[in-house]
């Protein structure tokens, strides 16, 4: 096993709670833990079954408050032998896979000062200043996470994922499944995740998606010659995949600041709450009200989808 450890300064203000609660979604825990400050996490990085193992110090008070500096320190525990040059490339997969999961790619300053005086969000804005967007590790599980989630409730998505860990996932030496990477989830039968629960159309465009990425014919890695609008044109592109998996994706996969969550049925719902009306606003004058957010539309969505759920005490 290879083991190392990675270290990030957290600045006054950095919400804890936000981390723990994305990470604990699943109740089952299986290739997530958190057990108090701490967050435990598997995941396929590359084809190597990698344990995450995250602990924050000087961030003493958990709850959405927590406002004290701090560390995040992260020890990666990489099962079996690599070369040199795995190693490095490993290094760099799981830094990136970190900053994902501590919610840091987006700095939510900027819309705070974008947005705090708006009539329509200032007063959300104003009440979780700092709310900070968790990401999934991996751009290839924010997307199948997104596929997953596609038009069904959130305890179903997550029972569907579980499924989908333990049909595909490989178990990391300290007994936490990790997270399937696109060979893990290409190599399944359809029959498998049939009866499973899984519907026909979204057990197809999940395979369809991870035989594309692991033929290298989808490309998921951002480059000057990759760019997200290049990215978002392939995934359209897929049969089964639409506009609101796309964003989505984008949201939990890259940190991609500027996403338009406007088919979102939960942001639609917030807006209904905020604007007074008798029903959600539809999808066109959705995307009409958040247009007005650009290039902060991501950290729009994330304020709307917390109006829905205010932050409670981890004590």
């Given at each position: 096993?290879?083991s ?18 994305f ?47 701090g ?12 070369s040199?040059?795995?190693r490095?490339?490993?290094e ?12 840091l ?20 804005v ?12 991996t ?23 579980r499924?989908?860990?333990e ?8 007994g ?28 197809e ?9 692991h033929?290298?014919a ?23 995949i ?30 209904q ?19 007005r ?23």
């Amino acid at each position: 096993m290879a083991s190392f450890t990675f270290t990030f300064e957290l600045a006054p203000g950095y919400r804890l709670h936000d981390v723990l609660a994305f990470h604990r979604r699943d109740t089952e825990a299986v290739a997530e833990q958190v057990e108090g400050n701490r967050v435990r996490k598997g995941v396929m990085l590359g084809g190597v079954p990698v344990l995450l193992d995250v602990s924050f110090e000087g961030l003493v008070d958990p709850s959405a408050s927590a406002s004290a500096p701090g560390q995040a320190v992260c020890t990666v525990h990489a099962d079996g032998k690599l070369s040199t040059a795995a190693r490095r490339r490993l290094e760099v997969r799981a830094h990136d896979a970190v900053l994902n999961i501590l919610g840091l790619r987006i700095d939510p300053a900027p819309f705070c000062a974008f947005a705090a005086d708006d009539p329509l969000l200032g007063a959300l804005v104003r009440a979780q200043p700092g709310l900070l967007i968790v990401q999934s590790a991996t751009v290839f599980e924010a997307l199948t996470w997104a596929v997953i989630g596609q038009q069904i409730n959130l305890s179903f998505a997550i029972a569907l994922r579980r499924t989908l860990i333990e049909l595909a996932g490989r178990r990391h030496s300290s007994g936490l499944w990790c997270y399937p990477g696109p060979g893990d989830v290409a190599a399944l039968e359809l029959g498998a995740l049939l009866a499973r629960k899984f519907s026909r159309a979204k057990a197809e465009t999940l395979l369809r998606l991870a035989q594309l990425v692991h033929s290298g014919a989808l490309n998921l890695e951002l480059s000057p010659t990759n760019s997200i609008e290049q990215i978002s044109a392939a995934l359209l592109a897929i049969k089964g995949i639409g506009p609101w998996t796309v964003n989505y994706g984008l949201l939990r996969g890259y940190g991609h600041a500027d996403c338009s969550l406007h088919g979102d049925v939960a942001i639609r719902a917030a807006l209904q709450a905020l604007l007074g009306e008798d029903a959600k606003p539809a999808m066109a004058r959705t995307e009409q009200l958040l247009a007005r957010y650009a290039p902060h539309r991501t950290m729009a969505a994330a304020h709307l989808w917390a109006s829905l759920h205010p932050p409670v005490s981890d004590e």
